[in-house]
């Protein structure tokens, strides 16, 4: 279910309850969609709301809507950057509030729908992150097997991240604990050390 766009003059309460409810959304998950908790938060006649939306699955599919778009906005700037760390860091920061709302969908499993999106977007990201993963981890010759390790990390950390925890560092210990594991693993495998260069230098 969709909306039709009200005159200008209304779209900014619009916006507003779309706005509020994705980052809601983001931070505590489908329970903290309530109407009536919007409402008060964003001082708006839960009339609004009905009028906007219908009811709440109309609104929910707004939210769905704009993540697609949010998630699209990141993918284009991903395909200009050239490094994990720090680039893929500071975007992954700069796109908190889409990461964390991806997080809510793949954490919940509760809407199918919502999980479908989400498991698309899912798929996306691991196409488009390989080869600068690949480089990341110093498994150039091996991008399939980067891209199921990343599968690992990513669950990992859609498992253990809150809101308030993600940001630079958080990422950098994280990432940095995933490429030493594959390090080791790799030398354990081959009887070689393996160097792999650290790309923040």
Excluded at 28 to 44: D, F, S, T
Excluded at 46 to 55: L, N, W
Excluded at 94 to 117: A, C, N, P, T, W
Excluded at 153 to 182: C, G, P, W
Aim: hydrophobic share 40%; net charge negative.
């Amino acid at each position: 279910m969709g909306f039709a766009r009200p005159s200008t003059a209304r779209n900014k309460n619009l916006d507003t309850w779309i706005e509020a409810g994705y980052k809601l959304y983001a931070e505590e998950g489908l329970a903290g969609i309530q109407i009536e908790r919007l409402a008060r938060m964003l001082q708006l006649n839960k009339s609004s709301f009905y009028h906007y939306f219908g009811d709440l699955e109309g609104f929910r599919t707004e939210l769905i809507n704009l993540h697609k778009k949010r998630t699209d906005d990141f993918f284009q700037e991903f395909k200009q950057i050239n490094t994990i760390d720090p680039d893929y860091f500071h975007l992954i920061v700069r796109y908190k509030v889409e990461v964390m709302f991806q997080m809510q969908i793949l954490r919940g499993k509760h809407d199918e729908s919502f999980y479908q999106i989400a498991q698309q977007i899912g798929k996306v990201q691991e196409a488009v992150f390989q080869k600068l993963w690949s480089d990341y981890l110093g498994l150039q010759e091996c991008p399939h097997l980067a891209v199921r390790y990343f599968t690992i990390i990513r669950d990992v950390f859609y498992a253990r991240i809150t809101f308030e925890q993600l940001d630079y560092d958080y990422l950098k210990k994280l990432m940095s604990e995933a490429k030493a594991i594959m390090q080791q693993l790799t030398e354990e495998s081959t009887g070689t050390p393996q160097v792999i260069v650290d790309d923040t230098v």
